[in-house]
């Protein structure tokens, strides 16, 4: 199929503003990064925007441009960021406390982070327990709060000059919660909004006020936010893009590499015990068991789905899949994530393979957060509305279509988002059948 004729895409010209609640860790090792990329002192390694490519027609005729070549996409140099905390550090300070990157590259980055000053944040402890801060809204009904949102919204549009916006959820994971009553209807929702509803998480207060105002939205974190039915139903009303959720960095990124490869091979799993450590803020809010519970489901549903139990009962009806997060401080960012998986093949013969992955978690997430948001803002500029699929490679917990399951193996993932670039320039799609070679 091609869409030559079909899909406009609005040129990148201008700002692109990137509204990210929550400057952690993650958050800004992002906008160092960026920052650090565009003064020439560092590589934006680990982003698929900047540096892969992407084949295009035969493999005879030779075209493979880089992916920001191919779609127009925003230049770094035009992206400029605003962000909400609970805490008042400006995003320098908050950088040199998360103790991510190194002192010598902040020192040289000190003058585009410091003037990055967090917006006062709407918070509730009953959401996210272990941390409390200062930079609050003052109080009043979640509708007010949401309102005060919007207007932070229009004021950091109109100070930072941004042509267009695009919201990134980089802020602690709130507790379980799932879709209630409220959140089925628009009515519902605001109702709830109007009348403090306990259901409504201060993260879905944000992705309102974001699709609201027309600001395509993604959620970083694994609790539920956009991917309440009225949030969805509310993204395609305005026409507003919408992805989510978790970043699939540390653990589950090898999860969904080595799982696929199992099973591709119908080699049997009896179990797959996973268990990390990790000191820093994140870890600490996930210290709490129902924040720790949202990130559990989001890691859990993985295996699940790639496996296929129901279709390789003899491989996978029993595998034993445990996930384990511990807070242990002297690490910091330096998270280390350990998999034993419980392996069997011929004749049912055991096997076992040990991974012991030291990473750093905002090196990892930093990336994903730049792709996403000049791919949401693609998404936009082309007239893609609601949730956007082809955007699961970056995500734990892919959000779909209502009875849709999610496709979870990282090399589907990556061939449905570079046919999705194709589609959306009128190439053909690459199906690697390859026939034609052989005629
Ligand atoms: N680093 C990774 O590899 C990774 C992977 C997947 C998901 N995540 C998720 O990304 C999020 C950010 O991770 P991080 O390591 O930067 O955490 P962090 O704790 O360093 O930063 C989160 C920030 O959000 C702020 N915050 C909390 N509630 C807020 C609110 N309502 N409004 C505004 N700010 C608020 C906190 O004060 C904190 O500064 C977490 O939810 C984490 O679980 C991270």
Not at 86 to 105: F, M, P, Q, R, T
């Amino acid at each position: 199929m091609s869409s030559k004729e079909n899909v406009k895409i609005a040129p990148a010209d201008g700002k692109l503003g990137i509204l990210i609640p929550g400057m952690g860790a993650v958050s800004t090792t992002f906008m160092a990064g960026v920052e650090a990329v565009k003064r020439g002192l560092a590589q934006p390694i680990g982003s698929v925007t900047q540096l892969a490519t992407i084949r295009l027609g035969k493999r005879t005729e030779g075209r493979s441009p880089k992916i920001k070549d191919f779609v127009p996409l925003a230049d770094l140099k035009d992206l400029v960021f605003g962000a909400w905390d609970i805490y008042g550090d400006n995003c320098w300070e908050a950088a040199e406390k998360a103790g991510v990157l190194e002192k010598s590259l902040l020192e040289q980055l000190r003058q585009p982070l410091s003037s990055i000053q967090p917006m006062k944040a709407v918070f509730d402890p009953d959401f996210v327990r272990r941390i409390s801060g200062p930079n609050l809204k003052e109080k009043g009904s979640k509708m007010d709060q949401a309102e005060m949102l919007m207007e932070d919204i229009r004021n950091f549009r109109e100070s930072s000059g941004a042509s267009r916006l695009v919201m990134i959820w980089c802020g602690s994971t709130e507790v379980f919660h799932k879709p209630s009553a409220i959140h089925q209807t628009l009515k519902d929702f605001e109702c709830g909004l109007m009348k403090n509803d306990p259901e409504i998480s201060p993260s879905q207060i944000y992705a309102f006020a974001a699709l609201k105002s027309g600001v395509p939205y993604a959620n970083g974190a694994p609790h539920l936010s956009a991917d309440a039915p009225v949030l969805m139903d509310l993204a395609r009303e305005r026409q507003v893009p919408i992805c989510g959720k978790d970043f699939k960095t540390g653990q589950t990124f090898m999860k969904t590499l080595i799982a696929p490869g199992l099973k591709s091979r119908m080699l049997g799993v009896s179990g797959w015990f996973s268990t990390n450590i990790l000191g820093n803020r994140d870890g600490k809010v996930l210290d709490d068991p129902d924040s720790f519970k949202s990130k559990e489901e989001t890691k859990l549903s993985v295996l699940e789905q790639i496996l296929q139990p129901d279709l390789y009962p003899e491989l996978y009806k029993n595998v034993y899949h445990k996930v384990r997060i511990d807070y242990y401080p002297p690490r910091g960012d330096a998270k280390e994530g350990w998999d034993n998986i419980d392996i069997f093949g011929w004749l049912g013969y055991p096997m076992q393979i040990k991974i012991d992955f030291l990473c750093r978690d905002s090196i990892l997430a930093a990336p994903l957060v730049l792709d996403l948001v000049l791919f949401l803002d693609l998404a936009q500029r082309a007239g893609l509305r609601g949730v956007q699929e082809w955007l699961s490679f970056y995500f734990k917990a892919p959000m779909t279509a209502p009875g849709l399951y999610p496709e979870h193996d990282i090399f589907i993932q990556l061939m449905k988002l570079k046919n999705t670039l194709r589609w959306l320039r009128g190439e053909d799609l690459i199906t690697h059948l390859g026939l034609e070679y052989y005629d």
